[in-house]
């Protein structure tokens, strides 16, 4: 039967931040690591909360079912803080859950975001989520190729977190294991500082779990350390019935269809039968949450601000929420673009710029004032 040897887990605040807004859980067989946004103590009240939804474990049910109804329970409990606090407006978190289920010999993977999990197994290194951020769409997309993604000045803008909205939608993946296989989830701390090779290499070097999650650390902050890390790592021994090798992780997709993690979206399906009637009431369905969405947001939006670069490269000031909703729909504008090109800056102040932390009208303006007559571009 399928089982947890053995786990480690280690988060540390990284050598330019002040403090730590990640967040994680590790408690057999349930993993979770959530890494929270949105300045001051917002993210780190964002990350707890959404922990906080899984203390008690799953709920009765499919693995992947149960993960998809705590990830929106936690959605909704960040949610309401947020508006019910105007101190944590803007807040969100990512999240990505773990769930080994013996039952089915497989590792359930909930995602939302741009923290991510990975298998190790034979020596190769396989990453199981899909970073839910502007820069990967565009590499995904041929916009961009993977050198330039990984230096991208917009790397930190995701396009899905908890707590923005009233509803998130999850990436829910079955994952097939073997004895032997080591998974790791961490937030983006770890994997914008070294490269997934990287990472393989200090899994497959350690003589222990904890030495590995003690090395990934280290070697993060070796690299910069420019944010929180944290790294939660388990082991699987022993299933009951050894899965064929080259098995697919499956992914799974709200509605009930299912296919290969890895298949390709050119692949035809069966046509299905006209559904009008479902169809008129899912469009009227979609149509009411975009509505509850754009009334909900307006408020938070008005208040939040950030700093960012703008399209020909300067620093600018944006006014809402640094993320970008489905069907193209942003929630921040451009309000004001200043003569400094952001690579002109120091490296901490560039970070100031790129981080695009969420901060009150006063903040944003006073920092943008402050870059301005540092450059010597103010009168």
């Known amino acids: 039967m399928l089982r947890v040897s053995g786990h480690s887990e280690r988060t540390d605040v990284g050598r330019q931040r002040q403090a730590n807004e990640d967040s994680y859980l590790a408690r057999a067989p349930l993993f979770v690591v959530a890494d929270g946004?949105?300045?001051?103590?917002?993210?780190?009240?964002?990350?707890?909360?959404?922990?906080?939804?899984?203390?008690?474990?799953?709920?009765?049910?499919?693995?992947?079912?149960?993960?998809?109804?705590?990830?929106?329970?936690?959605?909704?409990?960040?949610?309401?803080?947020?508006?019910?606090?105007?101190?944590?407006?803007?807040?969100?978190?990512?999240?990505?859950?773990?769930?080994?289920?013996?039952?089915?010999?497989?590792?359930?993977?909930?995602?939302?975001?741009?923290?991510?999990?990975?298998?190790?197994?034979?020596?190769?290194?396989?990453?199981?989520?899909?970073?839910?951020?502007?820069?990967?769409?565009?590499?995904?997309?041929?916009?961009?190729?993977?050198?330039?993604?990984?230096?991208?000045?917009?790397?930190?803008?995701?396009?899905?977190?908890?707590?923005?909205?009233?509803?998130?939608?999850?990436?829910?993946?079955?994952?097939?294991?073997?004895?032997?296989?080591?998974?790791?989830?961490?937030?983006?701390?770890?994997?914008?500082?070294?490269?997934?090779?990287?990472?393989?290499?200090?899994?497959?070097?350690?003589?222990?779990?904890?030495?590995?999650?003690?090395?990934?650390?280290?070697?993060?902050?070796?690299?910069?350390?420019?944010?929180?890390?944290?790294?939660?790592?388990?082991?699987?021994?022993?299933?009951?019935?050894?899965?064929?090798?080259?098995?697919?992780p499956t992914m799974i997709r709200r509605g009930g269809a299912r296919r290969p993690a890895g298949s390709r979206r050119g692949e035809r399906e069966a046509p299905k039968p006209r559904r009008r009637g479902r169809i008129i009431a899912g469009v009227l369905s979609v149509c009411a949450v975009l509505l509850l969405l754009v009334g909900g947001l307006f408020v938070a939006t008005r208040q939040a601000w950030f700093l960012g670069t703008d399209p020909a490269g300067r620093v600018a000031l944006y006014s809402g929420l640094p993320y970008e909703l489905p069907f193209g729909i942003d929630l921040y504008s451009l309000k004001y673009s200043t003569a400094v090109q952001t690579d002109s800056l120091s490296s901490s102040r560039q970070r100031s710029v790129t981080d695009n932390e969420v901060r009150s009208k006063d903040d944003a303006v006073s920092l943008i004032e402050d870059i301005e007559n540092r450059q010597g571009l103010t009168g």
Request: glycine share 8%; net charge negative; aromatic share 2%.
């Open 37 to 248: 946004m949105g300045g001051a103590q917002a993210g780190e009240v964002a990350s707890l909360t959404a922990i906080q939804a899984f203390q008690a474990g799953l709920p009765d049910g499919s693995p992947d079912a149960s993960i998809e109804r705590t990830i929106a329970l936690a959605n909704h409990n960040i949610y309401e803080q947020a508006h019910s606090d105007a101190s944590l407006a803007g807040m969100g978190t990512t999240i990505t859950v773990a769930a080994v289920d013996a039952d089915t010999e497989q590792v359930y993977i909930g995602h939302v975001g741009d923290s991510r999990a990975y298998r190790l197994r034979e020596g190769i290194i396989q990453r199981l989520t899909k970073d839910h951020s502007l820069v990967e769409e565009m590499r995904r997309r041929g916009q961009i190729t993977e050198e330039q993604a990984e230096d991208h000045p917009q790397r930190s803008i995701i396009t899905r977190a908890l707590g923005p909205e009233p509803e998130v939608q999850a990436d829910l993946t079955a994952v097939p294991s073997e004895p032997g296989d080591i998974f790791l989830l961490c937030s983006d701390g770890l994997t914008t500082m070294i490269g997934d090779e990287k990472i393989r290499e200090i899994l497959m070097g350690a003589t222990t779990l904890d030495a590995a999650a003690r090395t990934l650390v280290d070697e993060a902050n070796r690299a910069g350390g420019r944010d929180n890390i944290t790294v939660v790592i388990f082991q699987v021994e022993d299933p009951a019935k050894p899965l064929p090798r080259g098995e697919q």
